[in-house]
């Protein structure tokens, strides 16, 4: 199984920046397909970020599209979520997931950190 740690959410202001941590237990981390959601309160989950390693494609949603940056410290096994720009709008519950090696969905996730943006 992959275990997947999200770390790094609070409060933010309006503008501002904040970097999103996902530490992945698992060997496969170099090649395993990686993607971040978001989540509201009364509003269904949202895919922000589709990071196909073994394909060398990130797509964002255009939500997040100029603002949000998804890298990968494969020494380290942790993804991380650049966000800035913030606006109040992004508030939500931000998770990262993790396909198996199989691939076509994704079938590990990470229990979500909060990211409140100030109005």
């Known amino acids: 199984q992959v275990h997947l740690v999200e770390s790094g959410g609070g409060l933010v202001q309006p503008g501002g920046s904040v970097r999103l941590s996902c530490a992945a237990s698992t060997s496969d981390f170099n090649i395993l397909t990686m993607g971040w959601f978001r989540q509201a309160p009364g509003k269904e989950r949202e895919l922000i970020v589709h990071?196909?390693?073994?394909?060398?494609?990130?797509t964002y949603a255009d939500s997040v599209t100029g603002r949000f940056r998804s890298t990968r410290d494969d020494a380290k096994n942790t993804a991380y979520l650049q966000m800035n720009s913030l606006k109040p709008e992004d508030t939500g519950r931000y998770y990262c997931?993790?396909?198996?090696?199989?691939?076509?969905?994704?079938?590990?996730w990470g229990q979500g950190t909060q990211v409140t943006v100030t109005s």
């Open positions: 990071d196909n390693r073994s394909g060398g494609r990130i």
């Open positions: 997931a993790s396909m198996d090696l199989g691939g076509g969905r994704f079938a590990y």
